[in-house]
């Protein structure tokens, strides 16, 4: 992979508003609406309810990829992807900050 591939990649932070359970996902899944700054308000589907209740997510913030074409996951159109690695349970541990950025900062 050369820089110019990873550049092609629009990883932005944005901050959680609004965690709510997707009652048709078959797999438990929240529905999230995130505020990616000027990249404006984006809904993506994340199963998280391993590590993640509603109320932790609301004002935390995440590291998404932006670019990628909208997909629809039981009946929500997901916008962006929310980015975490597996713990050693397999469940999710989503990608974040140790100090607040600005919404719609683009990784470096």
């Known amino acids: 992979m050369t820089w110019t591939d990873f550049e092609r990649v629009e990883l932005r932070v944005g901050t959680v508003l609004t965690a709510e359970l997707n009652p048709k996902a078959r797999k438990p899944a929240y ?58 349970d397999g469940a999710v541990v989503l990608a974040g900050f140790e100090h607040p950025v600005p919404d719609g900062t683009r990784l470096l």
């Not at 984006?42 to 932790?56: G, N, V």
Request: charged content about 25%.
């Open 31 to 88: 529905v999230l609406t995130i505020d990616l700054g000027d990249a404006g308000i984006r809904t993506s589907s994340a199963q998280i309810l391993d590590r993640y209740a509603p109320e932790d997510l609301i004002g935390r913030q995440v590291l998404c990829v932006c670019n990628f074409e909208p997909k629809r996951v039981a009946g929500v159109k997901s916008e962006v992807l929310v980015t975490g690695a597996h713990d050693k």
